[in-house]
């Protein structure tokens, strides 16, 4: 089997591309949704597989900018990833991976990130689960705060056309302060987050949007909708938060008792969020978030010296790290972090571990600690492993809010 992979060069070659991932949604592309998802996915970032001229496989890049510890830098964002059943287990994905990595490296974007599937997939690749996330299910008559509460601000809905211009605004704050954010395009928030067809609403209600304003503006907003349901003339209704954000604990609190003292609902539900939501802190009863945890975001260092420079870190420490990468040899050697940026040293190795377990440190999602505990490091020198998780620590954990 010979196969060439390179950028589609039309929407036709696009469209195929696309229609290998596609397929396993029940989703065939179509001219007005291959046009919408070109404003997020330019043609030149879409990759094909082709086997003898026909498409077998496909996978995208999103330009993104990703927040990281103390700033933020281009994050070459692995999407719509599939191979046609046809031809699984041929190394197709291996192919598209080098292709897309390579494209990423001659972009210039230091790190890659992605929403897996499936776990096994990614790790061969040299991408680490980078932050975890919960999905939440919380009893109405179980949303008491610990303290009693007093609302204080007025929510309001609004139409989508005012939620395009108001919502960006608690969005960026959020995302500055959160590792793992994606900086949104006006495009983004148009045909990604405030884009509601029906086919993706299983059942429930359009999306119902919400802003609560504090005294110096835009404070938190939600995105949800209702999944009505009655059963001995009662309402047994839940809400699925889309998405909730609040710049403040203030506007945090604001916004979630809002949504937890919906009328006909017996049941909240959310998906994605932070492990260290300030729910688990400001409900009385935390455990009955019921939080069923899974893998977010997965991280691949592309240019391990441009991505450990690109982060903020705690104190003066240096620490030398001995890299391996056989898919991205390029980054394999001894780094030395020093000052806030890393170069290449021959000084002698002092932590050794895989780019992958590199992905998994790098915005703080886990420590140094962990993966010592996991066997998925070496400690050279005593003290290292120490070290590093001060070097690293963040002040949250990572987290992405949506799948890409
Ligand atoms: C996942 C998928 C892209 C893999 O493509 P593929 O061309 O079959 O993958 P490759 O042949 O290049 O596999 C490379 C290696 O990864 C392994 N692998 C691939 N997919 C895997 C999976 N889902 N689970 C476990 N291992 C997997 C292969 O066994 C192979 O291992 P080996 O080198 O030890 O033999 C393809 O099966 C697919 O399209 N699946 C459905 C859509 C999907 O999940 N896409 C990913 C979205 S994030």
Same mark, same amino acid.
């Given at each position: ?18 229609s290998? $991932? ?7 592309p179509?001219?007005? !949704?291959l &046009? ?10 879409m ?7 026909a ?21 070459y ?10 031809h ?15 494209d ?5 974007e230091? $790190? ?7 776990? +096994?997939?990614?790790?061969?690749f040299g991408?680490?689960v980078?932050?975890?996330?919960g ?11 610990h ?9 309001? #809905? ?9 919502f960006?605004?608690?969005?960026d704050?959020v ?7 994606? !900086? ?5 928030w ?6 509601? +067809? ?8 359009? =999306? ?16 949800y909708? =209702? =999944? ?11 809400i699925q938060v ?6 403040s604990?203030?506007?945090?609190? &604001? $916004? ?5 003292d ?69 980054? &394999? ?16 190795? &002092? ?13 703080g999602?886990?420590?140094f ?12 020198t ?9 070097? #690293? ?7 992405c809010?949506?799948? #890409?």
């Open positions: 089997m010979s196969i060439e992979v390179r950028p589609c060069a039309d929407v036709e070659e696009y469209g195929a591309g696309l290998a $991932i596609w397929q396993f949604f029940g989703a065939e179509d001219a007005e !949704g &046009e919408r998802f070109q404003r997020v996915l330019p043609l030149d970032r990759h094909a597989a082709f086997e003898e001229g498409v077998v496989g496909g996978g995208g890049a999103f330009v993104f900018s990703m927040s990281v510890p103390g700033g933020s830098l281009p994050c964002g692995v999407t719509v990833v599939g191979v046609q059943p046809t699984r287990r041929r190394g197709v994905l291996t192919r598209l991976m080098r292709a897309q990595l390579d990423a490296r001659e972009r210039g230091p $790190i890659a990130a992605l929403w897996a599937s499936e776990a +096994p997939i990614y790790g061969r991408f680490g980078a932050s975890l996330c999905d939440l299910e919380l009893a109405r008559e179980r949303t008491a705060f303290a009693p509460y007093a609302r204080v601000a007025q929510a309001r #809905f609004v139409e989508r056309d005012e939620a395009l211009e108001r960006p605004a608690v969005y704050r995302a500055a302060e959160t590792p793992g954010m994606l !900086g949104r395009s006006r495009d983004w148009e045909v990604r987050v405030l884009l509601d +067809p029906e086919a993706r609403r299983e059942g429930g209600g359009p =999306h119902r949007r919400v802003l609560i304003e504090l005294d110096d503006g835009e404070a938190a907003y939600a995105i909708r =209702h =999944h009505p349901k009655w059963e001995d003339a009662s309402a047994v209704s839940s889309i998405e909730a954000l609040g710049t604990p203030a506007a945090t609190s &604001e $916004i979630w008792r809002y949504l937890l919906m009328d006909w609902t017996a049941w909240i539900k959310a998906q994605l969020l932070p492990i260290d939501h300030p729910l688990q802190l400001l409900l009385a009863e935390p455990r009955r978030m019921r939080l069923r945890l899974s893998d977010g975001l997965w991280v691949r260092l592309v240019d391990v010296g441009a991505a450990l420079s690109a982060r903020s870190y705690q104190g003066e420490g240096r620490l030398v790290l001995e890299v391996s990468d056989s898919f991205c040899p390029w980054n &394999e050697g001894r780094w030395e972090l020093a000052d806030g940026s890393a170069r290449r040293t021959d000084a002698d190795s &002092e932590l050794r571990l895989g780019v992958s377990e590199l992905g998994s440190a790098y915005l999602g886990f420590g600690a962990d993966l010592e505990r996991a066997g998925r490091l070496e400690e050279l005593p003290g290292a492993v120490a070290r590093a998780d001060t070097l #690293f620590r963040t002040n949250r954990k990572p987290w809010p949506e799948i #890409f």
